[in-house]
């Protein structure tokens, strides 16, 4: 099975900024929408945004909506994540991974609606 691959994870301060990255390959990451999700230690995964697999549509979770933005650029077969004014809370394991649906959906926000999990992005927030 393909996996995409997460990058940009690090140590940012609160308030501060990140942008990861998730390169994707295989058919069904590039014809399917794509996920962000995160998982804090000691908690399950959760849904965090995604983006159609033509980037014209997106959706996000209540606790990121208006401070973190999904792009994708097709060419490069990547999918972003840009956070900002970041929170504790916001720190975890960041992954991504492709809708099991080819049709895009925004109630699709479980992880049970996604498949090919990369290895993750770990986000630490300090202060």
């Known amino acids: 099975q393909v996996h995409p691959v997460e990058s940009g994870g690090g140590l940012a301060q609160a308030g501060g900024s990140l942008k990861l990255s998730c390169v994707e390959t295989?058919?069904?990451?590039?014809?399917?929408?794509t996920g962000w999700f995160r998982q804090a230690p000691g908690k399950d995964r959760e849904f965090v945004a995604a983006?159609?697999?033509?980037?014209?549509?997106?959706y996000y979770a209540d606790s990121v909506k208006g401070r973190f933005a999904i792009s994708k650029d097709r060419n490069k077969n990547t999918v972003y994540l840009e956070m900002n004014e970041l929170k504790s809370e916001d720190a975890g394991i960041y992954y991504c991974?492709?809708?099991?649906?080819?049709?895009?959906?925004?109630?699709?926000?479980?992880?049970?609606?996604?498949?090919?999990w990369g290895q993750g992005t770990q986000v630490t927030v300090s202060g």
């Open positions: 991974a492709g809708s099991k649906s080819p049709l895009y959906d925004p109630r699709m926000k479980n992880e049970g609606d996604f498949t090919g």
């Open positions: 295989g058919h069904a990451f590039t014809s399917y929408t």
């Open positions: 983006v159609s697999f033509n980037g014209q549509n997106t």
